[in-house]
C-alpha cells in the first residue's frame, strides 16, 4: 500500500491537526488527524533511533463470513489490514486500501463440550495466539525503523504501530478478554462508567486479585494467555498496544444493525403484543410491512440487506412514518433520535464545537431535553443523543423491557472519544469489512475446486495482489492510457417515444403541455423579466410544436463526502421518468428543486414530481427540460415527531395538478417522500408504484443518504 503509485496524492505521512478556516476551530476528518496517532508520535520520538521517522498505524479488522450453507455450512475467520495514512475516500472507495493477511482458526467440537468451560477457554487461547503468530512479523519495525519506497518514488524510514481494532461486540470482549455484558473500555458494568481500563491496572488486578474476583467483580478472564495486544498477560508485548483504547466505534453493528435492528425495531413488537392482542398485534405488524413494502418481516434482514442498511439506512428511514399511529409518540421520536445520531456521526468532517456540545450533552442527558425542531446541523448533533436516551423510556415505562444495559446501545457514550482519538467513524466501519470479504473470500472460494480450498483461496488473493501491483505501476507509466475503443448504445429500445410537442401531450394526457412550454421558453428568453411565467399572455410567448427528443432519465451529480462516493466526495444518482419500467410499471421519480440558492434548507427548495425528460432546439440553442407537477409544502416547519417536511399534491386555480416545464438544470438531485399513512391500514391490492398517486400527503425523507439529511432541514 505505501508503495502504490495512485495513492502518492491521497496519503498522509504525519499525524497533525486540522483547524476550520471559519472561527479556528479544531475538525477531524482523514485517520492521521486523530490524537491517537498525533499521541503515538509523540512516544516514537522520545526514542532518538526512531525520530524523524514515518509513522505507519497498521488497522486491524475480523469477522466472520459463510460461503455455502448447502455444501457444509464453511465458514472462514479472515483478518484484514490498512494503514491509517491513507485517506478515508482511498479506503471506503474500496480501492485496494484493505487487505487479507491471514485467516484466524475456528476450532469445532460436539455439542456435548461445546459450551464447557475448557473448551471456551481453548477457544479464546488459540484466537489471541493466531492473531500474535501473524502480527509478530510487525514487530521488529515496531521499534527499529525500516526503509521503505513510498508512492512518490521517494523512501522513508517507517515505524510501525498497532492502530484500531474493528470488529463486532463479541470479539471485541474477546479481543480485551473480558466477558460478555462488560465495557471493553471502562471498568465495571454497561450501567456505570467510573475507570478507563488500562494496561497498568489490568495487570495490578492480576497480581493482587484472584481469578474469581477478576471475573466477578472486573469482568476480566484473568487466566487467559495472550499476546500483548491485550495487556492483562504481558508475555510478548507489542510497544505502545493498548487493547481497551484500539477498539474502534462501529456504525455499522452498533447502531444500525445493533441499536436500530436488534433493539428498538424489536421493542416496537414486544410493545404491539405486551398492548394488544396476538391477532390484532400481528395484523399491525403486517400493515407496518405493507408500508414499508417489504413483504416480509425484520428477522429476515440478512446478507445483502444488512449493506443495504448502511449504504443508506433505507430500511431504517423508511420505518419511522411506518410506525407512526401505531406507537406512542415517544417511540417515534425515539426512532428519530438514533437516526439524526446515526447521520451526524457519519459526517465526513466533524468540528470541535460538535464534540464539546455532545460530550455535554451525554453527561447531562437525562436532566433536561431541548428542543425537537433544530435549525442547523450542530443542533442537531448536541440533541441527538440526549432525545435517544430521554424518549427510549417509553419502553421501559410501559414493561416491554426491563434495563437498558445493553452493549451497543452502550457504546454510543464512547463515540466522542473514539471520534478524538480516530477521526470520522465512517472511515472505521465493518461495512468495508464486509465489502471486502466478496473479493478476498467468496468470489476466491467459488473459483476453487471446494477441496481443501484455503489454500487455493491465499494463492488466488496473491495473484489478485500483484495484478493490482501490476495496474496500478503500468497506469503510473501512462500504458493502460488510451486503449480501449468506447462503444456507444442506444439507451433503450422497444417502445418509440412522442418525437413532437402535441404528441408528447398526447402521450402524457396534458393538453396544455404547448402552453407550458411556451411560458418555459419565455422566461428563458427574459430571465429578469419579473412577472411569473403563467401570467405572461399566450400571445407574448414563443410557439413550439416541432421535433423533440424524450429520455427516460437523467443523471445528477453532486458533492457528497459522507455517502458512499467516488474518490474525489462526487456522487452520481440516476433520476428516472420512464413510461415502462422492468416491463410492468411506469416509474417517475420525485426531485428537489432549487428554487431560492440564498434561502437554507428547505426554505430553498421545492419537491416536484417528474414526468417526462426532453429537449429541442429553439434558435439554435439546446434546452434540456423537465416536465414536473410541483408538490406543496404543509407548514412552515417540519413535522415535530419525525423532523421530516410533510407535502401534498399541487394543484392549479381550476383544480388541476399544477404543471410546470422547467430547465433541467434546477434539478438538485432526486428526493424521496413516504406517505403519511394515518392510522388506516394500507390496502393489501395497493402497489409501490401508486403511492406517490394515491395519498394525500407526504414526508420529504430527509433521512434517505446523509447527503439529503443535510439538505431536507
Not at 450533552?361 to 425537537?372: D, F, I, Q
Amino acid at each position: 500500500m505505501l508503495a502504490n503509485p495512485t495513492y502518492a496524492n491521497e496519503i498522509d505521512y504525519c499525524p497533525y491537526q486540522e483547524y476550520s478556516t471559519e472561527g479556528d476551530k479544531r475538525q477531524w476528518k482523514d485517520f492521521m488527524s486523530g490524537d491517537w496517532a498525533w499521541d503515538q508520535a509523540d512516544e516514537i520520538a522520545k526514542d532518538l533511533s526512531t525520530l524523524s521517522s514515518t509513522f505507519v498505524p497498521v488497522i486491524l479488522g475480523s469477522d466472520k463470513t459463510t460461503v455455502s450453507v448447502g455444501m457444509g455450512n464453511n465458514e472462514y475467520y479472515p483478518l484484514y489490514a490498512s494503514i491509517g495514512n491513507i485517506r478515508n475516500n482511498v479506503r471506503q472507495a474500496h480501492r485496494d486500501g484493505v487487505a487479507v493477511i491471514g485467516f484466524l482458526a475456528m476450532p469445532k467440537t460436539t455439542k456435548e463440550h461445546a459450551t464447557k468451560a475448557v473448551f471456551r477457554k481453548f477457544h479464546r487461547q488459540l484466537f489471541h495466539s493466531s492473531l500474535s503468530k501473524i502480527l509478530n512479523m510487525l514487530k521488529p519495525g515496531m521499534t527499529t525503523p525500516e526503509v521503505t519506497r513510498f508512492g512518490d518514488s521517494h523512501y522513508r524510514r517507517v515505524i510501525y504501530g498497532l492502530g484500531p481494532y474493528i470488529a463486532d461486540y463479541e470479539e471485541q470482549a474477546l479481543l480485551a478478554c473480558i466477558m460478555c455484558g462488560w465495557c471493553p473500555k471502562y471498568i465495571f458494568d454497561l450501567d456505570e462508567d467510573m475507570l478507563h481500563r488500562c494496561r497498568e491496572y489490568t495487570e495490578a488486578l492480576i497480581q493482587e486479585g484472584s481469578l474469581g474476583d477478576l471475573w466477578d467483580d472486573f469482568g476480566i478472564v484473568g487466566e487467559l494467555v495472550v499476546c500483548s495486544t491485550n495487556p492483562s498477560r504481558n508475555t510478548n508485548d507489542f510497544p505502545r498496544a493498548n487493547i481497551h483504547q484500539m477498539i474502534s466505534p462501529d456504525i455499522l453493528y452498533q447502531l444500525v444493525k445493533g441499536a436500530f435492528k436488534d433493539h428498538l425495531v424489536e421493542w416496537v413488537e414486544k410493545y404491539l403484543r405486551h398492548t394488544h392482542t396476538k391477532q390484532k398485534a400481528d395484523q399491525i405488524m403486517d400493515d407496518i410491512d405493507c408500508r414499508i413494502a417489504t413483504g416480509r418481516g425484520f428477522k429476515q434482514w440478512t446478507g445483502d440487506d444488512s449493506k443495504a442498511l448502511m449504504k443508506n439506512l433505507l430500511i431504517l428511514q423508511v420505518y419511522l412514518p411506518a410506525i407512526k399511529g401505531h406507537v406512542p409518540v415517544n417511540g417515534v421520536r425515539t426512532f428519530r433520535a438514533l437516526l439524526e445520531f446515526c447521520y451526524l456521526v457519519r459526517c465526513n468532517i466533524i468540528t470541535e464545537d460538535t464534540l464539546v456540545e455532545i460530550e455535554d450533552t451525554v453527561e447531562t442527558h437525562a436532566s433536561h431535553v431541548r428542543s425537537l425542531i433544530c435549525s442547523s446541523l450542530y443542533c442537531c448533533f448536541y440533541n441527538a443523543l440526549s432525545r435517544f436516551h430521554h424518549y427510549r423510556n417509553i419502553f421501559r415505562t410501559t414493561g416491554v423491557v426491563p434495563t437498558f444495559s445493553l452493549p451497543r446501545q452502550h457504546s454510543l457514550k464512547h463515540y466522542v472519544q473514539n471520534i478524538r482519538l480516530f477521526a470520522a467513524p465512517n472511515d472505521l466501519c465493518s461495512l468495508i469489512i464486509e465489502n471486502k470479504h466478496i473479493k478476498a473470500v467468496k468470489e476466491p472460494w467459488r473459483r476453487s475446486s471446494h477441496y481443501n480450498a484455503l489454500g487455493q483461496i491465499l494463492v488466488t488473493n496473491q495473484q489478485l495482489d500483484k495484478l493490482s501491483a501490476a495496474q496500478a505501476d503500468f497506469t503510473c507509466w501512462g500504458m493502460l492510457t488510451g486503449t480501449c475503443l468506447s462503444v456507444t448504445m442506444d439507451a433503450l429500445e422497444g417502445k418509440k417515444h412522442a418525437q413532437t410537442i402535441p404528441a408528447l401531450a398526447e402521450e402524457l394526457n396534458i393538453p396544455g403541455l404547448p402552453n407550458l412550454l411556451g411560458h418555459f421558453l419565455f422566461q428563458q428568453l427574459h430571465p429578469k423579466d419579473p412577472c411569473d411565467p403563467s401570467d405572461i399572455p399566450l400571445t407574448k410567448c414563443p410557439l413550439y410544436l416541432s421535433k423533440i427528443s424524450v429520455f427516460n432519465s437523467a443523471s445528477s451529480r453532486f458533492y457528497a463526502p459522507s455517502d458512499l462516493s467516488g474518490i474525489g466526495g462526487m456522487h452520481v444518482e440516476h433520476i428516472r421518468s420512464c413510461p415502462i419500467w422492468r416491463n410492468e410499471y411506469q416509474c417517475h421519480d420525485c426531485v428537489f428543486v432549487n428554487t431560492d440558492s440564498s434561502l437554507p434548507g428547505m426554505q430553498g427548495l421545492k419537491v416536484a414530481h417528474v414526468r417526462a425528460f426532453f429537449s429541442f432546439r429553439y434558435q439554435g440553442r439546446l434546452y434540456p427540460c423537465a416536465l414536473i407537477s410541483w408538490f406543496d409544502k404543509v407548514g412552515d416547519a417540519p413535522d415535530e415527531d419525525t423532523g421530516m417536511w410533510i407535502v401534498r399534491p399541487g394543484f392549479g386555480a381550476d383544480g388541476a395538478p399544477g404543471y410546470m416545464v422547467i430547465h433541467i438544470d434546477s434539478i438538485y438531485r432526486a428526493a424521496h417522500l413516504i406517505p403519511m399513512y394515518g392510522m388506516q391500514f394500507v390496502p393489501r391490492e395497493l402497489k409501490f408504484y401508486h403511492s406517490y398517486d394515491t395519498f394525500q400527503a407526504y414526508y420529504v425523507d430527509k433521512y434517505s443518504d446523509h447527503h439529503a439529511f443535510e439538505i431536507a432541514f
